[in-house]
């Protein structure tokens, strides 16, 4: 079973509402990925952090949305405006070391935006 | 950019049979890609199957086998007698050495074994 915990598991969004999701990484994991899954199963990197810092993010990330990772409390990522072309699974992932490519990922919250 | 290819499910095969799914790489800003396969089983997250960081070298795990072949760029993944709890989602992921480096995945191949 995973220990990366992600919530909510579902999650349904009206377009213009914001949507906000959490993950817990493995306990001593310092860097944590946001990944989406769309519906053709294609995968797309969003950001990642190591402890409370970027490290990468594309530019719709960015623009539409924010993430953070605060010491001592879940990593969140919201959408500040939800599109219908947001709807997809956001996979939350965490890696032992900065050099480590070995991810430990959550189930994941199934977001709908009607 | 950098970009995988890989055999887009489903795949049905019956148990005992052997098994080969497909994954070709693109590592257009990568010197060195790391290969990996991914698997998401029913019920449960997506988790490592295994990974090979060196051209020429084999990963295996839990009966599954890839050859990271940087002349033909491809990482097939291949298990010589499936069982039925190898029915899952299999992806095939490609990623720099480095500090928090993202992966490109492919878009899965979903394996059921038939008994």
């Known amino acids: 079973n995973s220990k990366v915990i992600q919530t909510p598991r579902y999650l349904v969004k009206g377009q213009g509402q914001k949507a906000k999701m959490r993950c817990i990484p493995e306990?001593?994991?310092?860097?944590v990925f946001w990944y989406q899954q769309n519906k053709n199963n294609e995968f797309k990197f969003l950001i990642n952090?190591?402890?409370?810092?970027?490290?990468?993010q594309i530019d719709m990330t960015e623009k539409r949305f924010s993430a953070e990772c605060p010491s001592n409390s879940p990593c969140s990522l919201e959408i500040q405006s939800s599109e219908a072309g947001d709807s997809a699974l956001y996979l939350c992932?965490?890696?032992?070391?900065?050099?480590?490519?070995?991810?430990?990922f959550g189930h994941g919250t199934k977001l709908s935006v009607l | 950019g950098d970009s995988v290819t890989q055999t887009e499910g489903p795949v049905t095969v019956s148990e005992s049979e052997s098994l080969i799914i497909n994954c070709t790489y693109s590592?257009?800003?990568?010197?060195?890609?790391?290969l990996f396969w991914y698997v998401r089983y029913p019920g449960e997250g997506l988790q490592l199957l295994l990974k090979?960081?060196?051209?020429?070298q084999k990963g295996s795990s839990r009966g599954f086998e890839a050859t990271y072949n940087k002349e033909t760029t491809s990482f097939h993944l291949q298990k010589a007698s499936v069982q039925e709890s190898d029915s899952a989602v299999y992806y095939c992921?490609?990623?720099?050495?480095?500090?928090?480096?993202?992966?490109?995945f492919g878009k899965g191949a979903k394996l059921t074994v038939s008994p």
């Open positions: 992932a965490s890696s032992r070391t900065v050099s480590n490519e070995r991810l430990f």
């Open positions: 306990k001593g994991h310092p860097v």
């Open positions: 090979v960081i060196t051209a020429g």
């Open positions: 952090f190591q402890n409370q810092e970027v490290l990468q």
């Open positions: 992921a490609l990623g720099a050495q480095g500090t928090g480096s993202k992966l490109s």
């Open positions: 590592a257009t800003s990568i010197a060195y890609p790391n």
